[in-house]
């Protein structure tokens, strides 16, 4: 039984709409032995190592469910069991999940298994271990020789993974903060391994770590970590504090008792948990002892008065006491016939307790602070304390070491109240902790005394909301209300695009549009991170950890995501929502991979995003496999997009006052128009918008309609998203290899990363409809993990169009030979009808090219479908026909002016090119639309 493969998704996937593991587990000969077969003996071990499982309803959603079907004549598949312990592992460990599914993955005794987690390490080693538990309860002859290590302890495992977990988990207070914003629709993001947090997006966000807030000032926490002054502070203003000093020797700790008078504390200048402290100590002796383990912890100590009376800790939020709490060592106590050892277990079986955070209280721990405390009473771990003795093990009240809480708001007396408030404001904290010990809460410090022993910035939640008596208090969400007060925003709009064409250059339209409007946007797209029109992050960015980025930024105020097949299969969405949702068009590409065949699982996977659409879902009428998404959006409305304007259903849509963005013809072209309840709302005629040449790029007028529709479900004004479309072009800088036109040579250039046969197809037919008087030539390719079909499809969608044919491969073979892709792709456009002598194939892209533009003829439009898009563009803005170059020289200045000194490229060396530094005069444009395409204004944006 072994893990063959491991997925970590961060947000909705095809599995479940929030944060699951899915493993592809092998159970190898263990698929003849189901838990029917392998009988109680199994069954009734890991009952007795996860008692928790006893709850789990398994498909009879009943507690008992998951036994009774292992019971069962046949039982359960070890996949299946797997699945329920790595979701009780994590319960153990204090993590509320509960979801988890198991289903065959179609190869014999293979199985897909899907768990929810909450933190990522925690959940792939629940699984881990999981398997090494499953394994050690295996007859010894059916398990693995390596599966479960020599003197390996499941016990100590599982303390072990506790310990690990809440290593990485967040803290009870952190955790008490991320509910109540979840409770109030704040997202949140984490933004390290331990406890620091950004609430909301974007330049709504505010920050916490742990319970200091991005608002805490930091003099403030400075104050509080120095016990002295605050002790200053707190006694200027009349405050209860005890008599203070602060020592660096054991003999100056002493003499500062012996002035103070006995007894008195000792603790760490700058200490924190109640680490370092001793408390009544009577003797020279215990102060010079008690300084010492003070030293351990800080290069200062504090003596101090010691103060009889109980500990409790104030809560102040934003200037308001929220909670108060009676705080108790941890103790034992005792009933005349058990010694202290054994009561210290007898406590530890309260299910409350656990390790450290895990529960609401913590273990008792019989270590050498507990016996120091036992031997001041001169006890031992086998000592019987008499019935009703208590027997403290710490000396100290902290929960993090065995204390126990009792809550006190509603009893605390009003000046007590007061003098927390004027504590933490004194030291200028937004949330702090007051410890003050008081015989009696209920009554006035000023009658029966009582002090302040410290003013704590960044106060821990747990006593409060997990108190061991008492009310559990709330107050996470005044904390919560303090930095997003009732009204303020959270949330920045979210637009997430998928496609299988179509969505870089739609993405970046709606950006543009958005940016117009006045907006700071981030972008996702196939070729970075862009905040606010630049480029902070180079790459492949349309997955989870880009969105993640984007709006982790505190500068944007909307969001576009361009959202990948890829990242969704891999890690699946980077956020929950999106307020707009839209879904361009299915297409084959990247079939036979990452079990996606057909293009209706493909359609599955890219309708993740309309499934998590809050407000609208965008899609495209004239696509089945879209359309067919309308069913499964929980958005407020739908948005259909059709170039058909006698599309029945869309017809009947907008009759019954939905919206649509449909494609109409008149007398001046073709229009673009809304309709939205009722209304028809004329936008922008296509031969307006640049990135369209004029209405004949038919994909890019579909993309036009796509950034439009989304625009106005996001609330963007009419004027903006028409000046948005008008201002956007096809340019190299604006939108690198979508469709770009060089237009300095004799013959033009069209240059895309089209890389599928329905993304050649149109801009194959899009070199049909422009002007041509010469010849028309393709560079054509096809990404070597494809498979021979979709290579095929991409040659037929050009085969019988153009007059000469370049077959070339991409750098990245991909598992294919050097010239096999070519290959491939000249059989089958000769298989089409192409005559051989039309077809080159010349494997290495750049010679590819080079060829290419040396066939080029004045007159000639050359389409290039480019991989490797900067070098590529820079092979195409510095080539030279043959002939140029006296007319290049005759401009004298001129043509230094123009040069970008991009360098060389010595190997491409065909006959009648040459490659120089210098760029030809400024382009007037494909038939006068096209203006500026010099690669010198594209320098800026070129790397080499």
């Not at 963007?716 to 956007?728: E, N, P, S, V």
């Not at 491409?908 to 690669?935: K, N, Q, Y």
Request: with cysteine; proline share 5%; net charge negative.
């Amino acid at each position: 039984m072994r893990i063959l493969d491991r997925s970590v998704y961060v947000g909705p996937s095809l599995y479940a709409r929030f944060p699951v593991i899915r493993l592809e587990l092998d159970l190898g000969a263990l698929e003849a032995w189901p838990t029917g077969r392998l009988g109680a003996p199994f069954v009734d071990a890991l009952a007795k190592a996860l008692p928790g499982l006893a709850q789990h309803g398994c498909s009879y959603r009943e507690p008992g469910g998951f036994y009774r079907r292992m019971r069962e004549d046949e039982g359960t598949w070890l996949g299946h069991v797997l699945e329920h312990v790595a979701i009780e592992l994590q319960n153990i460990a204090g993590e509320e999940v509960t979801f988890g599914k198991t289903r065959s993955a179609g190869a014999p005794g293979v199985y897909t298994v899907v768990y929810e987690y909450e933190q990522r390490d925690e959940g792939i080693a629940a699984g881990e271990l999981g398997l090494r538990l499953i394994s050690s309860l295996l007859p010894e002859a059916l398990r693995a020789a390596d599966a479960v290590p020599e003197g390996w302890s499941w016990p100590e495992a599982r303390d072990e993974f506790i310990r690990f977990a809440q290593r990485r988990a967040l803290g009870p207070s952190t955790a008490a903060l991320v509910s109540a914003a979840e409770k109030r629709g704040i997202p949140w993001l984490r933004l390290n391994d331990q406890s620091l947090v950004q609430l909301g997006h974007g330049k709504y966000q505010q920050r916490i770590q742990a319970t200091v807030t991005g608002r805490t000032p930091h003099i403030a926490v400075e104050l509080a970590s120095d016990k002295e002054e605050t002790n200053k502070i707190l006694a200027t203003l009349g405050l209860p504090v005890p008599k203070q000093e602060l020592v660096q020797s054991e003999g100056q700790a002493v003499r500062a008792a012996q002035r103070i008078g006995f007894p008195v504390v000792t603790k760490p200048y700058n200490g924190n948990h109640g680490r370092g402290i001793s408390i009544r100590l009577t003797t020279d002796a215990e102060v010079a002892a008690g300084y010492l383990v003070a030293r351990e912890h800080s290069r200062s100590v504090i003596v101090e008065t010691f103060l009889e009376g109980d500990d409790h800790r104030l809560l102040v939020v934003n200037g308001e006491l929220v909670a108060a709490t009676r705080r108790t060592p941890g103790h034992v106590t005792g009933d005349g016939t058990r010694t202290v050892a054994e009561l210290i277990e007898i406590v530890n079986q309260d299910p409350r307790r656990g390790v450290g955070h895990e529960k609401v209280l913590t273990r008792l721990e019989l270590d050498a602070q507990a016996q120091k405390m036992l031997e001041r009473v001169n006890m031992t771990a086998t000592s019987v304390p008499a019935e009703g003795e208590v027997v403290y093990l710490r000396s100290t009240a902290n929960l993090s070491t065995g204390g126990t809480a009792t809550d006190v708001t509603d009893v605390i007396h009003p000046d007590n109240r007061e003098m927390a408030e004027r504590a933490v404001r004194a030291i200028g904290l937004d949330v702090g902790g007051v410890d003050f010990l008081s015989k009696n809460i209920t009554e006035s410090y000023r009658k029966i005394g009582g002090g302040i022993c410290e003013v704590n910035a960044a106060p821990g939640f747990r006593m409060h909301v997990a108190p061991s008596e008492g009310t559990p208090r709330d107050v996470a969400s005044p904390v919560i209300g303090m930095l997003f007060p009732p009204g303020a925003a959270s949330r920045v709009p979210i637009a997430a695009i998928t496609g299988t064409n179509g969505k870089t250059t739609t993405s970046r339209m709606l950006a543009h549009i958005l940016k117009m409007a006045g907006f700071t946007p981030g972008l996702t797209t196939t070729d970075g991170v862009y905040i606010d029109g630049q480029r902070t992050v180079a790459g492949d960015m349309t997955g989870p950890v880009s969105a993640r980025m984007v709006l982790a930024d505190p500068q944007i105020d909307i969001a576009v995501l361009e959202t990948a097949r890829g990242g969704l299969l891999r890690a699946g969405m980077g956020v929950n929502e999106v307020n707009v949702a839209g879904v361009l068009n299915v297409q084959a590409d990247h079939l036979g991979l990452k079990g996606i065949d057909t293009l209706e699982q493909l359609a599955e996977v890219k309708r993740i995003v309309v499934e998590v659409a809050t407000d609208c879902a965008v899609l495209n009428a004239d696509d089945p496999l879209v359309l067919r998404m309308s069913g499964y959006t929980e958005a407020k409305s739908i948005c259909y997009v059709t170039v058909n304007p006698q599309h029945a259903l869309v017809r009947e849509h907008i009759r019954a006052g939905g919206r649509a963005c449909a494609l109409e013809a008149g007398v001046n072209g073709q229009m673009i128009a809304l309709y939205d309840r009722g209304g028809h709302i004329p936008l922008v005629w296509t031969h307006l918008i640049p990135a369209t040449l004029e209405g004949r790029a038919m994909h890019n007028v579909q993309n036009a309609m796509f950034a439009a529709a989304m625009a106005f479900s996001l609330g963007i004004k009419l004027d903006a998203i028409r000046q948005g479309l008008r201002t956007f072009d096809s340019t190299f800088f604006q939108a690198p290899g979508r469709m770009n036109v060089f237009n300095e040579h004799p013959f033009k250039v069209l240059f895309d990363y089209g890389h599928n046969a329905h993304a050649v197809a149109a801009m194959a037919d899009l070199a049909g409809r422009l002007d041509v008087t010469g010849r028309r030539i393709v560079v054509l390719a096809g990404p070597g993990d494809r498979r021979d079909e979709d290579l095929v499809a991409i040659a037929n969608a050009v085969a019988g169009r153009f007059d000469h044919y370049v077959c070339r491969r991409d750098d990245n073979l991909r598992n294919r030979a050097p010239d096999e892709v070519p290959r491939i792709q000249a059989e089958a456009l000769k298989a089409a009808g192409v005559s051989a002598s039309a077809i080159s194939v010349i494997p290495d892209e750049q010679e590819a090219l080079n060829a290419a533009l040396a066939m080029g003829q004045p007159g000639d439009l050359l389409l290039v479908f480019a991989d490797a898009l900067v070098r590529s563009w820079k092979q195409i803005t510095k080539f030279k026909p043959a002939g140029t170059h006296a007319a290049a020289s005759a401009h004298g200045n001129g043509a230094s002016e123009a040069s970008v000194g991009l360098g060389e490229f010595p190997s491409m060396s065909a006959p009648g090119a040459v490659f120089t530094g210098d760029i030809g005069a400024p382009a007037i444009g494909l038939e006068g639309l096209i203006r500026d395409e010099r690669g010198v204004r594209l320098a800026p944006e070129v790397e080499d």
